[in-house]
C-alpha cells in the first residue's frame, strides 16, 4: 500500500467567514502581528494551495482567523494499492508474459 497525503486550502472561505473579501482586508491583520507580504504573496497565498509555509505566517494566519489547523487546511491520508512488477518471478505472471510476446512470423514461398 502506498499512502499518499491529502490536503485542502481553505484561507478564502475562513476569510469570508470572518467578513475579511479582499486581500488588503488582511495585509494590516498580518502587518499587526509582525508579518510583512507584499500583496502579490497574499494573493497567491489566498488563491492556491502552497506546498510550503513559514510557521510563523501559519501562526499568524491561524490567530488572525481564530480557528485551528484543521479547519483551515483538513488532512487525509489516502492509501492505494501498489502496482505489482511483471517481473515473471511470480506464479502467476509467466502466462501474462507470454501473452505479451509477439508471434513469430512465418514465411510462405509463393507456389
Not at 499587526?32 to 507580504?37: C, Q
Request: glycine share 8%; proline share 5%.
Amino acid at each position: 500500500m502506498q499512502r499518499r497525503i491529502e490536503y485542502t486550502w481553505r484561507l478564502r472561505e475562513l476569510m469570508a467567514a470572518g467578513g475579511m473579501h479582499n486581500i488588503s482586508d488582511l495585509i494590516p491583520q498580518l502587518k499587526d502581528r509582525g508579518i510583512e507580504l507584499s500583496a502579490s504573496q497574499i494573493y497567491r497565498l489566498v488563491g492556491a494551495k502552497p506546498e510550503r509555509m513559514n510557521i510563523a505566517l501559519l501562526g499568524a494566519l491561524l490567530d488572525v482567523l481564530d480557528c485551528t489547523f484543521e479547519e483551515l487546511c483538513p488532512v487525509a491520508v489516502v492509501a492505494t494499492p501498489a502496482r505489482l512488477a511483471a517481473n515473471g518471478t511470480n506464479g502467476g505472471s509467466s502466462d501474462r508474459k507470454d501473452a505479451m510476446r509477439p508471434r513469430r512470423a512465418r514465411i510462405h514461398r509463393p507456389e
